[in-house]
C-alpha cells in the first residue's frame, strides 16, 4: 500500500544557537537553500525538485504532498541552546523516496555549516550531523562519515498491526492545525485516514483505504493553542494556529480498520500540514 522509512539525525550543535518556537518551518525552509545550491535548475528527478517544485499531483488538482517529511520536536517556546547542544530531527520518506537519502544528508551538512536562521550572520546556531539511526530497525545508518545501507529498514503501511486496546491516550508532540480541539474520537480517525489517503495516492499503490466504524468518547484532556510563524515564497500564509496536549480516549466501537488506523496515526501522524511536520503524535502510558 504504502512504504515509510523514518530516520532520526542527531544534530550536534558546534556554536550556540538559537532555536525558534517552532523549527519545522525554518528546517524547511533551510534544507531548501542548501539543496538548491546543488541542483540544476532544469533537474527534476532531484531532492529539491519533488520537496519544493513539484505542484502537480497523481490525483486531484490541489498541490500533492510532500514524500520527505521534517519533524523536529516541539518544546512550546523559544530555546537558547550553549555550544555542544544535541537535538533530534527525524525524517519521514515515503514510497520510494528513501533513494534520495544521500542527497538529503549533503544537503543537511550544508545548512549546518551555514547556520539556521538569521542567527547565521552571527556565526551562530551551526551544526553537523553525528549519527543517524533508523527508527524501525534501531540500528545505526550513518556514523558521521560513512553511511551503513544494510541497516536501514521500511514498513508497508498495511503491514501495521491493530491496536488491541480499548483505551488510548495520546500526546500531540507537534500542533494540529484542525479544530475543533481535541478531536473527538471518529474526527481523530478521519484526520489520520485522510492523512494516510494522500500519501497512498501519491506515493503508495493508490488502492481504496478502507472506511471505518468507530465510537468513543473523550474522557480527558489538555489542551495548549499555539501561533507559529511561516515563512513560505509558495504561500501568502504567515502563521499557523495549532494545538498540542494530551487526550484520553475511551473507545466503544472500533472495527478492524479503525484498530489498524490507530497505529497508522501513530506512525504518520494526522490532520493537514504535514509538509511542516504538524500532527505527530505519541502514544503516552
Not at 63 to 72: A, D, E, G, N, T
Not at 135 to 162: A, C, E, F, Q
Not at 248 to 274: H, M, Q
Request: glycine residues 8%; positive net charge.
Amino acid at each position: 500500500m504504502l512504504k515509510v522509512s523514518i530516520i532520526t539525525l542527531h544534530l550536534h550543535f558546534i556554536t550556540e544557537a538559537l532555536l525558534p518556537y517552532w523549527m519545522g518551518s525554518m528546517f524547511r525552509g533551510g534544507l531548501g537553500q542548501s539543496l538548491k545550491m546543488i541542483t540544476h535548475h532544469e533537474q527534476t528527478d532531484s531532492l529539491f525538485y519533488h520537496m519544493y517544485m513539484r505542484e502537480v499531483r497523481k490525483r486531484g488538482y490541489s498541490k500533492p504532498p510532500k514524500p520527505v517529511l521534517l519533524v523536529p520536536p516541539f518544546f512550546g517556546k523559544a530555546l537558547k541552546v550553549e555550544k555542544d547542544a544535541t537535538l533530534d530531527l527525524d525524517v519521514f520518506f515515503f514510497g520510494e523516496y528513501i533513494k534520495f537519502l544521500p542527497e538529503l544528508i549533503l544537503g543537511i551538512n550544508i545548512l549546518g555549516k551555514m547556520g539556521l536562521g538569521s542567527e547565521r550572520h552571527y556565526n551562530k546556531s551551526r551544526f553537523e550531523i553525528s549519527s543517524i539511526k533508523c527508527k524501525i530497525s534501531k540500528r545505526l545508518v550513518y556514523d558521521g562519515s560513512n553511511l551503513i545501507l544494510n541497516n536501514l529498514s521500511s514498513i508497508d503501511v498495511k503491514d501495521i498491526p491493530p491496536y488491541d486496546e480499548d483505551r488510548l491516550k495520546i500526546g500531540f508532540r507537534t500542533p494540529l492545525t484542525s479544530k475543533p480541539f481535541p478531536p473527538k474520537a471518529e474526527r481523530l480517525l478521519f484526520l489520520i485516514r485522510n492523512r494516510l489517503l494522500g500519501f497512498v495516492n501519491e506515493y503508495g499503490s493508490g488502492e481504496e483505504v478502507p472506511e471505518f466504524k468507530c465510537k468513543g468518547d473523550i474522557i480527558n484532556y489538555s489542551s495548549h493553542k499555539h501561533k507559529l510563524e511561516r515563512r513560505s515564497i509558495r504561500s501568502e500564509k504567515t502563521l499557523f494556529k495549532g494545538y498540542t496536549g494530551i487526550v484520553e480516549y475511551k473507545f466503544t466501537e472500533l472495527d478492524d480498520s479503525a484498530r489498524w488506523l490507530i497505529n497508522v496515526g501513530l506512525t504518520i501522524g494526522c490532520g493537514p500540514d504535514s509538509s511542516f511536520g504538524f500532527g505527530f503524535l505519541q502514544k503516552m502510558p
